[in-house]
């Protein structure tokens, strides 16, 4: 009952930045959790970042935090990822995911994006 739909990402050397930026469909957006998750090659889906459905609380991996920054605008069904300070383990491709809005942001997602490729050359 949600679309989601990732944009954003590129090729970029070590040390830059990209915006990742995910557009959701659907009538009840701000009820869901947004988090950003990305898979590497033949490596397991990792979670990245979430953010609380009225964007009041945030979450991050450890390897990210501090570089990241997730962010989201419920009047334009949009959620972003900041990424600053690139690392070579930063590639992967990237995933847009919403869940239903528990207090842990990192419990459960049930609608993912179709993913956008990440890759930071060293």
């Known amino acids: 009952q949600v679309q989601l739909v990732e944009s954003g990402g590129g090729l970029v050397q070590a040390g830059g930045s990209l915006r990742l930026s995910c557009a959701a469909s659907?009538?009840?957006?701000?009820?869901?959790?947004m988090a950003w998750f990305r898979q590497a090659p033949a490596e397991e889906r990792e979670f990245v970042a979430a953010?609380?459905?009225?964007?009041?609380?945030?979450a991050y991996a450890e390897s990210v935090k501090g570089r990241f920054t997730i962010s989201r605008d419920n009047a334009k069904n949009t959620v972003d990822l900041q990424m600053n300070s690139l690392k070579p383990e930063d590639t992967a491709v990237y995933y847009c995911?919403?869940?239903?809005?528990?207090?842990?942001?990192?419990?459960?997602?049930?609608?993912w994006g179709q993913g956008t490729q990440v890759t930071v050359s060293s």
């Open positions: 995911a919403a869940g239903i809005n528990y207090y842990d942001l990192q419990y459960k997602y049930a609608y």
């Open positions: 659907g009538r009840t957006f701000s009820s869901y959790n």
């Open positions: 953010i609380s459905g009225g964007g009041g609380r945030t």
